[in-house]
């Protein structure tokens, strides 16, 4: 079975602060990982994917995220906020056969930037 | 390019009563999703459509949640009766065909049901 553990609620940075967005999964199988993005009263949106190539992915936004199998994580990190970043970020993971790979969604993590 | 659309976009019942929730996904997109998010929590599965056949409803509470996908196109879910519980946004999402199980989705901005 697959899941996510998105560790913070929470996280209130200042603007042009680095952000860091932590996530643990667990997965049976190798998984694809992924950071999604939802802006109040907006859809959800894709942020950045890991499918087995690189294990630094770079995302929209100047966002991007490490895979690192030995300690099941995928963090999400910016160098430097910016206000538009305040949203709620979801930590997905999926793994199954390709056809119907379920897509697990993390708690979420809200992000505020403070000016 | 126009997104994935949804209506209506707030909806407020009492318990018992019925809703349904409408969706059209990106032109061309093969695979269509519903998701329910309750308040507080990360996006769940509900039923997942290739074409117009289901390909997981394993988490569709069956008894009282129904959906359909006419055509291939738009896909309707209905809530019949509701309860308390039922209270979230209700997101829809699609996909192209290549992109089935990479993750790529495009979320609507949902519907969001109150019930009283």
């Known amino acids: 079975a697959q899941s996510v553990t998105q560790l913070d609620s929470h996280v209130s940075v200042s603007e042009g602060t680095p952000v860091l967005l932590r996530c643990n999964y667990s997965s049976s199988y190798s998984p694809s990982l992924f950071w999604y993005v939802q802006h109040p009263n907006k859809g959800l949106q894709l942020l950045l994917k890991?499918?087995?190539?690189?294990?630094l992915v770079k995302g929209i936004n100047g966002f991007e995220a490490e895979f690192k199998k030995s300690e099941t994580s995928f963090h999400l990190t910016k160098p430097s906020a910016h206000m538009s970043d305040a949203a709620e970020y979801f930590c997905?993971?999926?793994?199954?056969?390709?056809?119907?790979?379920?897509?697990?969604f993390g708690s979420g993590t809200r992000l505020q930037v403070q000016p | 390019e126009a997104g994935v659309a949804q209506s209506p976009r707030y909806k407020i019942i009492e318990k018992r009563q019925s809703v349904a929730f409408w969706c059209n996904p990106i032109s061309g997109h093969a695979t269509l999703y519903w998701y329910q998010q309750i308040l507080g929590q990360g996006p769940k599965l509900l039923i997942q459509f290739q074409n117009n056949g289901v390909v997981d409803d394993s988490q569709l509470p069956k008894d009282r949640f129904s959906a359909e996908r006419l055509k291939g196109v738009d896909s309707t879910l209905k809530i019949q009766p509701a309860k308390l519980e039922d209270s979230a946004v209700y997101l829809c999402?699609?996909?192209?065909?290549?992109?089935?199980?990479?993750?790529?989705?495009?979320f609507g901005e949902g519907s969001r049901l109150t019930v009283l």
């Open positions: 999402a699609s996909s192209p065909r290549g992109a089935i199980g990479t993750g790529e989705l495009f």
């Open positions: 890991y499918t087995s190539a690189a294990t």
């Open positions: 997905v993971v999926s793994e199954g056969d390709t056809g119907r790979r379920a897509l697990t």
